[in-house]
């Protein structure tokens, strides 16, 4: 399993960005995809997250009405859509899969077996 996320900048608050992870070396239609933050000294935040052959998404109510995750099944991609971003989504984004056999639906990251490198987001005030 590869994933590499990319879309990380700096950004002033109330602004967008739009990050992407580029999926590789498995079947990708077979894992439900993630996204969570980091700040240093915290546990992984869970974001969003697209079940196996999407059959829903979820959200975090810390971004639930700003953020947008979408998947590209054809271009083994998923997407952040990032808007009206505060100071506080300051963090590390990384991308994370969970295998359909064992994911149970949660955005908790101990379900999730591989994962990105990660990239910076920071909102300036």
């Known amino acids: 399993v590869h994933l590499a996320e990319s879309g990380g900048d700096l950004v002033q608050a109330g602004g967008s960005l739009r990050l992407s992870c580029e999926a590789s070396?498995?079947?990708?239609?077979?894992?439900?995809i993630a996204w969570f933050r980091q700040v240093p000294g915290k546990a992984y935040e869970g974001i969003s997250v697209i079940s196996e052959r999407d059959h829903y998404i979820k959200h975090a109510d810390s971004v639930k009405g700003r953020f947008t995750m979408s998947r590209d099944n054809a271009k083994n991609r998923v997407y952040l859509q990032m808007d009206s971003l505060k100071p506080e989504d300051t963090a590390v984004y990384y991308c994370a899969v969970a295998p359909y056999y064992s994911y149970t639906g949660t955005l908790t990251a101990y379900e999730f077996v591989d994962w990105g490198q990660g990239t910076q987001v920071t909102v300036s005030s």
């Open positions: 070396e498995f079947t990708f239609n077979d894992y439900a």
